[in-house]
């Protein structure tokens, strides 16, 4: 095998089945496997296995997106791992040509190209990870979302050519498994989010770059399984990983300013709205709950 393609499954079946129609309709051009790693064993995805050759589907008490992607990937045969999201369908195949650029450029990751359901380009990288570079993000993230042409064709133009990037979206990411095993994977400390910047930046640290490769196609819903109740849980468990992304790799004094900006920011939340969640995060980062 080639290309291991390793999908983490949490309550996405009709998701789940359209994406893995689009790679046996699409991948023509290397070898492949198909891991589905089921985070939501109380879902029956047998069907997704159905006359398809070269599929397995390993069953996992959910512990998190890390912790399955590592189980897929200790269960694959291929000498490249992509990692994809269920809400995900492969629009088009350069898969033969990725892996010749990978390896002509001894990368580290290469993201790919993802799409909005209308065919926009969706932001899937990023500056590097501290105060300064989420600013950065969030106002990119922010102008994408009020669909600012200039930004958009700007950005087209500036990286329709494989270029150098801090970081690349978990939600298509492809790693040579030399590199994934020199890094030792995905930490597992983080349950959900940051865990892909995590990567890359291990990556970076190890002497390996990140690339963004688009000319591979990738239309994506865009969390569709977690937007629905964001603002509870899933978004506590957010402002756990930022946290701990800072702890691991910047200053004392970098987290210290996002503590303070979180303290700040969800105090004034929580006064207007009195929701528990908003709480929750003052006192997570105030250190008084993990």
Known sequence: ???S???INYHSIEYLISCVESIYTVLSSCDFEV???NNSPEEDISSVSDNRENLKIIENSNRGFANACNLGASD????????????TAILNDDFENAIKSYEQLNAGSFGFKLLNPDLSLQLSFGEDINIKGEIKNKHFEKEFRNNSQKLIEE??????EITPVNWVSGAAMMISKVVYDKVNGFDERFFLYYEDSDLCKRIELSGNKNYYYPFIKIKHLKGENTNSNFTNSTYYIA???QLLYYKIHLSNIELLKLRLYMFAKFSIKYLITFKQVFLK???LAAGLKK
């Open 1 to 3: 095998m080639t290309l």
């Open 5 to 7: 393609i390793i999908i």
């Open 35 to 37: 891991i589905v790693v």
């Open 76 to 87: 694959s045969s291929g000498n490249y791992l992509f990692f994809l999201n269920p809400d």
């Open 155 to 160: 950005t087209e133009i500036k990286y329709s």
């Open 239 to 241: 402002k756990q990983s």
């Open 281 to 283: 995060i003052i006192l």
